[in-house]
């Protein structure tokens, strides 16, 4: 695959010029303009005279001429990286990728991702394309079969942090990890239950990681371990895998936290802190040097020791933390029965409390309505008392009446003189006759009171039904 920068268009092929400085004749594709950059395989031959051959060269000289400072420009200014990501699986690679996310720098930073990446094209391509490549080439030699449980991808901001890199790096990152886990899906057996973890740290410590010759998955790995309390050395990462170094701690999953920008902050702090410490062992290196090299059986032996040590503390370390943890959710899950204990109290304690509500309630209507029927029965009572009472005053009227008659008679009885026989026969006519209306005077004064009555009665019992019904 030849590429090269358009010179001049003709009707069936374009001058191009290479990077090497070669002229070559290319195909005719598609729509060409003057200085944009084509890929091709084959030249174009044609059988030309020597006058042509003459007429296009000088073309080309005068082309060269006026674009040669632009190409120097473009040369310079040429999309630069603009992050970094780090692969480990057990072959460590690194990634430079410009801003339209296409691949600039391939390296390898082991034994193992030289060899994975020998001719591997990557310029110009896809990050997310070079990504699946290099996952197939591990697939292909067998690293997935080797009981490999996590990829590890690390990404790197060059420059300034400003937001809209931060969104270019989250949506790099998106794009790599989906590329990766679908590649591993595809693997019947070899591929299933690998973990892929992407994380964002700064740049501080990439320095750190070239300056130790490690990539920067492995240097953040090995600054979180050092925080948690973990016995993780420098020396096991670079000589082993991440799966091998951090066995005894758990795997990767065990150390890596999900990033943040507190996490971010942190590990800047931590790189420069390792930094620091480096720098140290350097100054006090040459005087210790000679030491060490007399001593180097008996520290070989050391270090072994150390080594298993190391291993029996990070079982530990891991051990307590995964107590630790356990103790943690235990205590989260009393917290959490003992609040849903109380919800239920409160909930009874509700139901009881509208229990005694209704019930007052109810006793509150029962009280009522026994008050309405008492006042309805003392109304009766009254009305019943006001009806006797009317009653006896009635018949004491009566009687009164009746005496007063019958004493107007007896008087007028007296007054009138006996002559003869004859005149008392009709005096007692008379007075039988007087009797008679008299009592019948009587009887119709008894019966006009007597209506008189019916009717207050009736007005009384009307008053106290209405009383009853108010």
């Not at 042509?52 to 000289?61: L, N, V």
């Not at 060899?115 to 896809?126: S, T, V, W």
């Not at 006996?418 to 008379?430: L, Q, R, T, Y």
């Amino acid at each position: 695959m030849k590429r090269g920068i358009v010179m001049s268009i003709h009707k069936h092929h374009t001058v191009v010029m290479t990077a090497d400085g070669q002229f070559l004749r290319a195909p005719v594709t598609g729509s060409t303009r003057i200085g944009e950059e084509i890929t091709f395989e084959d030249e174009y031959k044609q059988p030309r005279s020597f006058r042509g051959a003459y007429r296009y060269i000088s073309a080309a000289a005068i082309v060269l001429l006026f674009m040669l400072p632009l190409l120097l420009y473009i040369g310079r200014d040429a999309e630069p990286v603009v992050a970094y990501l780090s692969m480990d699986i057990n072959p460590s690679i690194e990634i430079g990728v410009d801003s339209q996310e296409k691949t600039r720098e391939l390296r390898a930073l082991n034994a193992e991702g030289e060899k994975l990446i020998a001719g591997l094209p990557y310029e110009g391509l896809y990050v997310q394309d070079v990504a699946a490549a290099i996952v197939e080439r591990a697939q292909l030699d067998h690293y997935f079969d080797m009981s490999v449980t996590d990829v590890f991808i690390a990404s790197v901001l060059m420059g300034e942090q400003t937001e809209a890199l931060q969104q270019f790096e989250s949506l790099l990152t998106k794009k790599v990890d989906e590329t990766v886990k679908t590649m591993l899906s595809g693997y019947a057996g070899a591929g299933q239950g690998i973990s892929v973890t992407t994380l964002s740290v700064p740049f501080e410590v990439r320095s750190a990681a070239d300056a130790n010759g490690i990539s920067s998955g492995k240097m953040t790995v090995y600054l979180m371990a050092k925080e948690e309390g973990y016995a993780l050395e420098l020396e096991q990462l670079k000589n082993q895998s991440l799966e091998e170094a951090t066995e005894a701690l758990g795997g990767v999953k065990a150390i890596v936290k999900q990033a943040d920008a507190q996490n971010k902050e942190k590990l800047k702090q931590l790189a420069a802190e390792e930094v620091k410490k480096q720098e140290q062992q350097v100054k006090q290196q040459p005087a210790a040097s000679q030491a060490a090299t007399k001593q180097a059986p008996a520290k070989q032996a050391i270090d072994k020791g150390k080594t298993e040590k190391i291993k029996e503390e990070n079982k530990e370390t891991r051990l307590k933390k995964e107590k630790r943890q356990n103790q943690e959710k235990q205590q989260k899950s009393n917290k959490e029965r003992f609040q849903e204990g109380e919800k239920e109290k409160q909930k009874e304690k509700r139901h009881s409390s509208d229990g005694a509500k209704q019930e007052n309630r109810k006793a509150e209507k029962e009280k009522q309505k026994k008050e309405k029927e008492e006042k309805k029965r003392e109304q009766t009572k009254r009305n019943k008392n006001n009806n006797e009472s009317d009653r006896k005053g009635w018949n004491r009227d009566n009687n009164e009446r009746g005496n007063q008659n019958r004493a107007t008679t007896e008087t007028k009885s007296e007054v009138t003189p006996v002559s003869h026989a004859s005149g008392d026969s009709s005096s007692k006519s008379d007075k039988e006759k007087d009797g008679s209306r008299s009592k019948s005077g009587r009887d119709d004064e008894s019966g006009k009171e007597q209506k008189q009555e019916q009717d207050r009665s009736g007005k009384k019992q009307a008053n106290g039904k209405q009383d009853q019904q108010r």
